[in-house]
């Protein structure tokens, strides 16, 4: 009996699912940062500072993604002296990205720059094939809190490539708000016929979302595992899981009881000090790496939805592959690093989760691999590698990549 059910269970996994390639379509590696603020909302820079620092340190693209409001219309910022836009800052943009480009007037004994629309923005940055902005939103709601004490806690969406502006959602929940939010995303690529995505923003930041709010995300299917932001609580508590721990929970939640399939990880700097490092959010701590046919908003949206992508704080890969009832992910190496490979996932007993989020296998080579036992609900991998990161969110991190979490074929 024990040899039959082994027999059915290596036939399962070797119908494991490889992710679709789009109909035959070369990919590349595309790098980009899904979450970054400007003086559109409370980032201390014009919005060419980031677009600058993001295209000169090998990005392809780069989401603007304000507290409610898209880079676009007609605005003013004022200059002050203990302000986030001090003349020094005005000149040194003059320096930098030339005279013709700072636009500055004096209302009503007030000094004041016009900050570029995104539009602005597109014909002096982009470069086809290159550099590609894409309009991006940070949804920024909030819900009542019982508590005690009764208070407002977050719920931040970010929305990538809007067209409009959208309200953050309403809600009596964490969950209300978040769904109400992320649906309004899904909502406008449906009516204006063009991708969007939505992604659940650092969950833990003023402890606004729990694991179970997490997992109940219904319209889409991404969430910040990794965000460079100092304040946002990444790591948990005592009393909180950490967001990779909550991605564990979460997806065991997701696939066993509430049925929502999948939940995707991406790592983003949430960026908002752009002039003077203040080491709480400066560009460059988390990005993702997405495997799409061209550096379109279309192409990067499409690779996403479909989990072909990794998130990385550091760490570089050359192919994920699974197929054959196998998970292979081959190390982009650096001379002199080592990695180490852990696969994690839940295993199942008698239909019940019985391991949540447990290492099912190490590897320190490339490629490494997992071979599927089949009692798996879902498995993903994290490479770790020896080096430390030159800007960590936490003293120690070393360089890591979050890779996306697959499941057998047709369970999803
Ligand atoms: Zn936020
Ligand atoms: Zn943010």
Redesign the pocket.
């Known amino acids: 009996m024990q040899r039959v059910l082994c027999l059915v269970l290596v036939l399962a996994v070797a119908c494991l699912a490889s992710r679709p390639d789009p109909r035959g379509e070369e990919l590349r590696w595309l790098r980009g940062n899904t ?1 970054t ?1 400007t003086l559109w909302s409370d980032g201390d820079a014009a919005p060419e500072v980031p677009a600058a620092w993001y295209r000169e340190h090998g990005y392809q693209f780069l989401v603007l ?1 304000d507290h409610n409001v898209l880079s676009a219309g007609e605005r003013w910022f004022p200059v002050d002296a203990t302000g986030r836009l001090t003349p020094e800052r005005v000149d040194a943009l003059r320096e930098r990205f030339g005279d013709e480009t700072v636009e500055v007037r004096e209302r009503e004994g007030v000094r004041e720059m016009r900050l570029h629309t995104l539009e602005e923005l597109r014909s002096r940055f982009e470069v086809p094939g290159e550099f590609l902005f894409i309009q991006g939103e ?1 949804i920024t709601g909030s819900f009542r809190s019982p508590g005690p004490p009764a208070r407002n806690l977050p719920v ?1 969406v970010n929305g990538m490539n809007l067209a409009e502006l959208i309200k953050p959602g309403k809600g009596t929940s964490a969950r209300e708000v978040m769904n109400a939010s992320v649906d309004a995303v899904i909502e406008q690529g449906q009516r204006l016929g063009r991708p969007t995505l939505a992604h659940i ?1 650092h969950p833990n930041f003023g402890w606004g979302l729990t694991w179970e709010d997490v997992a109940a995300v219904v319209g889409d299917r991404f969430f910040e595992v990794y965000n460079g932001h100092r304040g946002v609580r990444s790591l948990g508590d005592a009393e909180h899981l950490s967001t990779e721990e909550m991605w564990d929970h979460a997806l065991t939640l997701r696939l066993t009881e509430l049925d929502l399939g999948l939940l995707y990880g991406v790592a983003t700097d ?1 960026a908002h000090s752009h002039w003077i490092p203040d080491q709480v959010s400066i560009p460059g701590r988390g990005w993702v790496m997405v495997h799409a046919a061209a550096l379109e908003a279309g192409a990067i949206i499409e690779a996403m939805k479909r989990g072909d992508f990794y998130a990385s704080s550091g760490v570089a890969l050359e192919a994920v592959d699974v197929r054959d009832g196998r998970y292979v992910v081959r190390i982009d190496r650096e001379q002199g690093v080592q990695y180490t490979t852990r696969f994690i996932g839940t295993r199942m007993k008698d239909g019940q989760p019985a391991e949540i989020g447990v290492e099912l296998g190490t590897s320190t080579t490339s490629p490494a691999s997992y071979t599927f036992l089949g009692d798996e609900l879902y498995v993903r991998a994290v490479v770790v590698s020896s080096k430390l990161h030159p800007d960590p969110y936490a003293e120690g991190d070393f360089e890591t990549a979050w890779l996306q979490p697959v499941r057998p074929a047709g369970l999803d």
Request: net charge negative; hydrophobic share 0%.
């Open positions: 979450h603020h993604s940070e931040h923003n949430d």
